[in-house]
C-alpha cells in the first residue's frame, strides 16, 4: 500500500473527485441492517419506516453477512416480516440511538413503540474495527476480569446513564463509534455479565452528561482502553446465568463486596482474585436487590438479544438449554449469537491470518483462572501459528476458542503479532 | 534442464531435498522447519490439515489424524502388519475395494497412496515455493525392505501427488550417498536409522561403479522416538499422578500437551543436560482448580527411562551382523541416520557396539532427502560421473515341483537385467505347465509372495522331463518385471508382465490424481483470496478507524460530506466481498479501498487549523 504523504489541499479535493467515480453505494440494500424476524419467534418488528432524511444518519455501513442470508431465507418463508420494507426497522427496541454523526439530533422521526421484544432481528456484522481503538463493545459477561472503578461506571451508581436515552444535545461519540448493538448493550453491561446478584431493571432518568474516560490499570490496561465505559452499572436486570461451557458468570463464588478485586477468568475454571493494590469503593453493595423471576425463562434471552448483548444472551440462552435441551428459539438465539460474537471477535483480534503471541510473563500467567481449555488453546500460541492455525489445533468448538483468544487478548495475556505472513494452510 | 526432487517420505516425518549449484540442500517448509511430520487430519470442518498443523492436534482430533501411513502402504488387507495397524492405530482402517487397504477420515476413506501423495504434494509446494518454478520430478526413498507392491504404491502416491517419479531408491543407499560414499570407494558400510516410528539397520556393499548393494537388512518397525516420548510421558503422568492424584491420561488436551512437551524436553536433552518442563493449566482437579505441572528432567534421568530402548536397537544390530555372518570389523564405516540418532545415549551405544566413531552430520533426520535429491540430480545430469544402480530388493523365481521355490534373480542383483533357466516337464504327457512367479528368500514357495501366473500350453506329450521349456526374467530399468516361458522344441512362448500392484487401478491411481489436483486449485484460490482479503480488510480497519476524524474534519462542507458517503459504499462493498467470498469483486474494490485509506491518511495529517 502506498500513501503516506498528506496530499496538498488541491490534490486532497482533486482525490475526492475520484469518488466520483465510484458508484455510490446502494444504501438501502446494502448498508442497513437488516430486519429478519424468525418464524420461530413470535411477532414480528413493528418499528415504522423512518424518513428518508433519516436514511441519511442511519447507523454505520453495516454488511450483510452470511448469516443474515440464512435468516431472511427463513424470514421468507414467514411472509409477513419478509413483506416489510429492509432497512426501516432496527432492534432497537422502543431504544433510541444515540445522536447522529451529524448531529441531526435526537432520532425522533423514528418512532418506536416502547419495549417491544417481538422483533428477532438480525444484529449487524461486527465491523474490522482497528483492534486498539475498537471502542465497541459487548458488555463482560462470560469473562470475569473486573476491576471495580466507580467513576468508570457513571459515578454514584444509581445515577444511571444509558446511551439510548442519552441527551442529543450533549456531545456523544457519532454513531460510527458505536455500533448501536453495543450502545444498547452498554446499559446491560456489568449486570448479567459480570455475575451481580440479580438487580431489578432500572429505567434510567437522569440525561448522560458525557463519557468518562476509563482509568486504566496498568496490567490490564487492554481490556478498559477497547472498552467504552460502562454508561449503567445496572439498567437492566438479569437473573444472573450460571456459567456455562467455557463462560465464567455467576457461577463463579460470590464476588467480596469490598476493596478492588480484579479477575481473571477464562473458560471454566472458578474466579480467583489477583492480588492488586488499588483499592475502590464496592459497587456490588449498591446494587437493588433482585426482581421476582421472569415467567418465560426466554423472555430474558430475548431481552438481552434485543439489546445487542449477545454475550449475555448466549450465557442465558445456553443455561437455558442445559433444563431445557430442547428449546428450539434458545438454540436458534444462541446460534445466531454465537456468529455474531465469533464474527465481532475475529474482526477485534484482525482476522484469522494474524499471528499470535504470549504477552504476559509466564508467572504473571498463572495468576489467571484459566480452565484446562484455555490452558490448552494458550499452549497452541507460539509466535508462528495464525489464529486460523491455532483454531485448526485447538479442537474445540470454534467460537468457543474464538472466544477465549479474544478474551485473552483482552486480558493482555496474548498480542497480535504486527505483520502477518501470508495465509499458510 | 528440468529439476529433480528428493523426497524422503518418512514415517514420522518427511523432508525434500534438491541440489542446487551442485551442493544438495534440504527445502524449508513455510514454518521454515526442515522436515514436516507425514501427518494427515481432517478437521471437524472437513479441512485438511498437513504437517506440523497435523500432528498439533493429533492426539485430540485422533480419529481424523493418520500417521505413519508407511507402515500401511502398499500391503494386503490380510497381512499380519495390517492386522497389527487395526488394532493399534487411532484412525479407522478398513478394507479396499481390491484387498488393499483404507483409510476412513471423516465420511470419506482414502486410499493409503493417497495420504502419502498429501505429505508429498505438500512437500513439492514447499519445493515450488522455494524455487518458483513447477517441479514434477522426484526421486522417492523407501525402507530397503520394502518389496515390489510397496514400492509401487510409493510411486503412485508421487503420480497422485503430480510428481513423475523417475527413481525409487533406498533410504539406507540415500544416507549412504549423502554421506559422500559412493564416490570411487568400495566399502562396507553400516546404516543404523532411528526415527519416529522404526528402527532400521542395513548393512551396505558399495561396489565400484556406484552399485550399493544391500547385504542385510533388518530392524523393527515399532521401535523409534515414539517410544522414547511415551516413556516421559509415563514419567510426567506418575509424578503427576503422585503429586496431586490426578491422571493426566484421561483428557486429550492434557496427553497432548504432554506428548508435545515430551518430544520438545526430549529434544532439548541432546543439546542440553537439563530441560524444564512447564504445563500450566494442564487439567482441572477434582475440586476445580487448575493445576501445572513444572518438572524438570535431565539428560541422566532421560537415558535411564529409556535405556532399554537403545539397548534394543543394539540387539537388532547384533542378530543382524550375526544373520550376515559379519563380523563387526568388516563394517568399516557407521553411519547414522534418523532424528533420534541426535540423542548422545544413541551414538555413545553405536559407537561402542561398532568400535568406531560413527560418521554423523548435523542433521540425521535431513540426510536421506540429500542422498534422494543427490541421485535425482544424477539421474537428469548425464555429466555427473554418480551412478547409483538399482539392485533387486528381494530375490525372484518361480514355484517348482513340489512347491519349491527356485530362485532367478537373486536379491541384490543390479538392474536391468535378465536371467534364465531351463526347466522340464514333471509328468508324463504334460501338455501345460504353470509358471507361478514369486519374489521373497524362502526356500519353501508357499511362505513366498506371488507376484503373478501364467500357463504355457502346446507342449509335446512326452516322458516327464523330456520336454524342455526355457523361463526367461527380465527387470528392465524401471523395475518391471517380465517372465516368459518358451518351448524350447516348437518354440512356443508365453509370457506375463509383472507389474507390482500398489492395490490400486491405473483408473483409481487416475481420478486421485485429479482429485488430487482439484484440491489443490481449490486451495491456490482460497490462498489467493485470503491474501487480498487480509490486504481489504487492514485498508477497512484503518479506513474505519479514521473515519470519525475525517468526518469531524470535512463536515463543513458539503463536498466532504459526500465523499464520506461514498467512502463508506466502498468499505461496504468491500466487506459485502469479504463476506460472499467473491474474489472478483474483491479485487474490484482494491483501488478504491486503497485509494479512501490514501485519502483519509491525507486528510487526517492534514494540519488542523
Ligand atoms: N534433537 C533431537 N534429539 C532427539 N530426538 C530427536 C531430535 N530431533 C528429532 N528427534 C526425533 O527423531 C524422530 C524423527 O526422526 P526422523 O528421522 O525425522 O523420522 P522418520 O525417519 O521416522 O520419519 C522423532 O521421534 C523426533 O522426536
Ligand atoms: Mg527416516
Not at chain 1, 197 to 224: A, D, I, K
Not at chain 1, 325 to 348: D, F, G, M, W
Not at chain 2, 99 to 106: N, W
Not at chain 2, 451 to 457: A, D, K, R, Y
Request: proline share 7%.
Amino acid at each position: 500500500m502506498s500513501s503516506s504523504q498528506p496530499p496538498s489541499a488541491e490534490s486532497l479535493d482533486e482525490g475526492w473527485g475520484l469518488f466520483s467515480d465510484v458508484p455510490l453505494p446502494d444504501d438501502e440494500d446494502d448498508t442497513r441492517t437488516v430486519q429478519m424476524s424468525s418464524p420461530l419467534f413470535k411477532g414480528p418488528p413493528t418499528f415504522e419506516e423512518g424518513t428518508s432524511d433519516e436514511r441519511d444518519t442511519m447507523p454505520p455501513p453495516v454488511p450483510v453477512s452470511e448469516y443474515v442470508q440464512t435468516m431472511m431465507q427463513q424470514a421468507a418463508e414467514d411472509p409477513e416480516p419478509s413483506a416489510r420494507p429492509l432497512g426501516a426497522t432496527f432492534s432497537w427496541q422502543g431504544a433510541m440511538p444515540p445522536s447522529s454523526r451529524r448531529g441531526e439530533g435526537p432520532r425522533a422521526a423514528v418512532s418506536v413503540p416502547a419495549r417491544r421484544r417481538t422483533a428477532w432481528s438480525v444484529p449487524p456484522t461486527p465491523r474490522a474495527d482497528a483492534v486498539d481503538d475498537d471502542d465497541d463493545d459487548d458488555n463482560n459477561a462470560g469473562f470475569t476480569l473486573i476491576a471495580f472503578e466507580p467513576e468508570r461506571l457513571g459515578g454514584a451508581v444509581g445515577d444511571v446513564e444509558d446511551p439510548r436515552f442519552r441527551d442529543a444535545s450533549s456531545p456523544a461519540p457519532g454513531f460510527d463509534d458505536l455500533p448501536f448493538d453495543d450502545v444498547i448493550a452498554a446499559s446491560q453491561r456489568a449486570s448479567a455479565g459480570l455475575g451481580f446478584p440479580t438487580p431489578p431493571p432500572v429505567r434510567p432518568s437522569n440525561p448522560p452528561s458525557s463519557r468518562r474516560e476509563p482509568s486504566l490499570p496498568p496490567l490490564f490496561g487492554n481490556l478498559w482502553e477497547s472498552e467504552p465505559p460502562p454508561a449503567a452499572a445496572c439498567s437492566t436486570s438479569r437473573t444472573s446465568p450460571p456459567t456455562k461451557r467455557g463462560i465464567a458468570v455467576s457461577s463463579n463464588p460470590p464476588r467480596p463486596q469490598g476493596g478492588t478485586q480484579r479477575y481473571g477468568s477464562i473458560g471454566d475454571a472458578s474466579v480467583q482474585p489477583r492480588p492488586t493494590s488499588a483499592t475502590r469503593a464496592p459497587i456490588v453493595a449498591s446494587l437493588p436487590t433482585p426482581p421476582p423471576a421472569p415467567a418465560d425463562p426466554f423472555d430474558d434471552v430475548r431481552e438481552l438479544y434485543d439489546a445487542g448483548d449477545f454475550r449475555s444472551a448466549l450465557v442465558m440462552a445456553e443455561a437455558l438449554l442445559e433444563t431445557e435441551p430442547e428449546h428450539v428459539e434458545a438454540r436458534e438465539c444462541a446460534a445466531i449469537c454465537r456468529e455474531t460474537l465469533a464474527t465481532k471477535y475475529l474482526s477485534r483480534l484482525g482476522g484469522r491470518a494474524k499471528i499470535l503471541r504470549v504477552a504476559m510473563p509466564p508467572d504473571e500467567i498463572r495468576w489467571l483462572s484459566l480452565d484446562h481449555k484455555a490452558g490448552f488453546l494458550l499452549s497452541c500460541i507460539d509466535g508462528t501459528s495464525s489464529i486460523e492455525e491455532v483454531l485448526d489445533v485447538a479442537c474445540m468448538h470454534e467460537f468457543e476458542a474464538i472466544r477465549i483468544l479474544h478474551d485473552f487478548r483482552e486480558l493482555g495475556v496474548i498480542e497480535i503479532l504486527p505483520d502477518p505472513r501470508a495465509s499458510r494452510r | 534442464m528440468e529439476r529433480v526432487i528428493g523426497i524422503d517420505l518418512g514415517t514420522t516425518n518427511s523432508c525434500v531435498a534438491i541440489v542446487e549449484d551442485g551442493v544438495p540442500t534440504v527445502i524449508p517448509n513455510r514454518g521454515g522447519y526442515k522436515t514436516t511430520p507425514s501427518m494427515v487430519a481432517i478437521t471437524e470442518a472437513g479441512k485438511r490439515l498437513v504437517g506440523h498443523i497435523a500432528k498439533r492436534q493429533a492426539i485430540t482430533n485422533a480419529e481424523n489424524t493418520v500417521y505413519a501411513a508407511k507402515r500401511l502402504i502398499g500391503r494386503k488387507w490380510s497381512s499380519p502388519q495390517v492386522k497389527n495397524a487395526i488394532l493399534t492405530a487411532s484412525y479407522k482402517i478398513v478394507e479396499g475395494p481390491h484387498g488393499d487397504v483404507r483409510i476412513q477420515l471423516r465420511d470419506k476413506t482414502y486410499s493409503v497412496p493417497e495420504i502419502s501423495a498429501m505429505v508429498l504434494q505438500e512437500m513439492k509446494l514447499f519445493a515450488e515455493d522455494y524455487l518458483s518454478e513447477p517441479i514434477t520430478k522426484a526421486v522417492i526413498t523407501v525402507p530397503a525392505y520394502f518389496n515390489d507392491n510397496q514400492r509401487q504404491a510409493t510411486k503412485d502416491a508421487g503420480q497422485i501427488a503430480g510428481l513423475d517419479v523417475i527413481r525409487i531408491v533406498n533410504e539406507p543407499t540415500a544416507a549412504a550417498l549423502a554421506y559422500g560414499f559412493g564416490k570411487n570407494v568400495e566399502k562396507t558400510i553400516a546404516v543404523f536409522d532411528l526415527g519416529g516410528g522404526t528402527f532400521d539397520i542395513s548393512v551396505l556393499e558399495i561396489g565400484s561403479g556406484g552399485v550399493f548393494k544391500v547385504i542385510a537388512t533388518a530392524g523393527d518397525t515399532f521401535l523409534g522416538g515414539e517410544d522414547f516420548d511415551a516413556r516421559i510421558i509415563d514419567w510426567l503422568v506418575q509424578g503427576f499422578r503422585e503429586q496431586h492424584n490426578v491422571d493426566l491420561r484421561q483428557d486429550r488436551m492434557a496427553l497432548q500437551r504432554l506428548k508435545d512437551a515430551s518430544e520438545k524436553a526430549k529434544c532439548e536433552l541432546s543439546t542440553s543436560l537439563e530441560t524444564e518442563i512447564n504445563l500450566p493449566f494442564i487439567i482441572s482437579s477434582n475440586r476445580n482448580e487448575a493445576l501445572h505441572l513444572q518438572r524438570t528432567l535431565t539428560r541422566a534421568e532421560l537415558d535411564t527411562l529409556c535405556e532399554d530402548l537403545v539397548e534394543r536397537c543394539i540387539e537388532i544390530c547384533k542378530q543382524t551382523l550375526e544373520d550376515a555372518r559379519l563380523d563387526r570389523d568388516e563394517i568399516e564405516d557407521v553411519v547414522l541416520v534418523g532424528g533420534m540418532t541426535r540423542m548422545a545415549k544413541v551414538q555413545d551405544s553405536v559407537r561402542d557396539f561398532f568400535g568406531r566413531e560413527p560418521c554423523k552430520g548435523v542433521h540425521p533426520d535431513e540426510v536421506v532427502a540429500l542422498g534422494a535429491a543427490v541421485q535425482g540430480a544424477a539421474l537428469v545430469d548425464e555429466s555427473k560421473q554418480m551412478i547409483l544402480l538399482d539392485v533387486t530388493p528381494h530375490p525372484l523365481g518361480i514355484m517348482t515341483f513340489g512347491s519349491n521355490f527356485e530362485e532367478l534373480i537373486p536379491q541384490n542383483t543390479t538392474v536391468p537385467t535378465s536371467r534364465s533357466k531351463i526347466f522340464t516337464t514333471s509328468r508324463d504327457n504334460q501338455t501345460a505347465v504353470k509358471i507361478l512367479v514369486m519374489q521373497g528368500e524362502h526356500d519353501k514357495a508357499t511362505d513366498n509372495e506371488l507376484l503373478g501366473e501364467f500357463i504355457l500350453t502346446g507342449l509335446r506329450r512326452a516322458a516327464k522331463g523330456q520336454v524342455e521349456i526355457e523361463v526367461t526374467f527380465e527387470i528392465n530399468s524401471d523395475g518391471i518385471v517380465s517372465v516368459s516361458a518358451k518351448d524350447l522344441e516348437t518354440g512356443q512362448q508365453q509370457s506375463i508382465q509383472v507389474t507390482a500392484s500398489s492395490g490400486l487401478t491405473k483408473e483409481e491411481v487416475g481420478d486421485m490424481m485429479e482429485s488430487a489436483k482439484d484440491y489443490l486449485v481449490e486451495r491456490r484460490s482460497t490462498d489467493e483470496f485470503e491474501g487480498i482479503r487480509q490486504e481489504a480488510e487492514k485498508l477497512i480497519s484503518e479506513i474505519e478507524r479514521m473515519f470519525p476524524q475525517v468526518e469531524q474534519i470535512v463536515a463543513s462542507s458539503d463536498f466532504g460530506r459526500d465523499a464520506i458517503g461514498k467512502a463508506r459504499g466502498i468499505v461496504e462493498r468491500s466487506r459485502q466481498a469479504i463476506v460472499k467470498k467473491d474474489a472478483a469483486a474483491m479485487k474490484e474494490q482494491m483501488e478504491s479501498l486503497t485509494r479512501t485509506h490514501r485519502m483519509f491518511k491525507g486528510v487526517v495529517a492534514r494540519p488542523q487549523g
